[in-house]
């Protein structure tokens, strides 16, 4: 069997997929399910160690054009981020620094009740850096093989002068 750059890099670009979800499977992360009545907020927590990016998920099954108001809490209960979000799925991303307790806090902003899903956690990012570069490897591989074969192609032109 004839190993190519082509079969690398797709075995590398396949292998550092299934690393990352892997490594983002095994975060710690919070789950949570409520119907949320008018002007009512929810708060989730979870205790973030070290620096790094953190996430929430917020899922509304049943949208109707609601609104909600999110707002992500340091361990002093200071804003980290803020913000409406008026979709029936939303993910956002946040950099913490700080070792400790962190808050999502969620109020219904709209006047009918939310059925929500809050999933609030950690990305673990650091560890993601040796599998994003077997991506970016395996990519690389694939990319130039591609333009190599691309480069020698021709692509054969009727004449002018037919009559």
Do not use: A, C, R
């Not at 550092?16 to 989730?44: A, C, R, Y």
């Not at 002093?76 to 981020?81: E, Y």
Request: hydrophobic letters at 40%; aromatic letters at 10%; a negative charge.
């Amino acid at each position: 069997m004839k190993v190519s750059l082509f079969k690398i890099g797709l075995v590398m670009v396949i292998l550092g997929m299934i690393w990352v979800s892997i490594i983002f499977n095994e975060t710690e992360k919070t789950h949570d399910s409520i119907l949320l009545k008018q002007l009512n907020s929810i708060e989730v927590k979870l205790e973030f160690s070290d620096k790094g990016i953190g996430y929430y998920k917020l899922y509304m099954p049943e949208f109707l054009g609601e609104e909600v108001f999110v707002q992500v809490l340091d361990t002093n209960d200071n804003v980290i981020q803020e913000k409406k979000v008026h979709t029936k799925m939303s993910v956002e991303y946040f950099d913490f620094s700080e070792n400790g307790i962190h808050t999502v806090k969620v109020t219904n902003i709209s006047k009918n009740p939310i059925d929500l899903q809050i999933e609030f956690g950690n990305t673990n990012s650091q560890k993601m850096l040796l599998p994003g570069i077997m991506i970016l490897v395996g990519s690389l591989g694939l990319m130039i093989t591609s333009y190599m074969k691309i480069k020698n192609y021709k692509i054969e032109q009727p004449e002018e002068n037919i009559s």
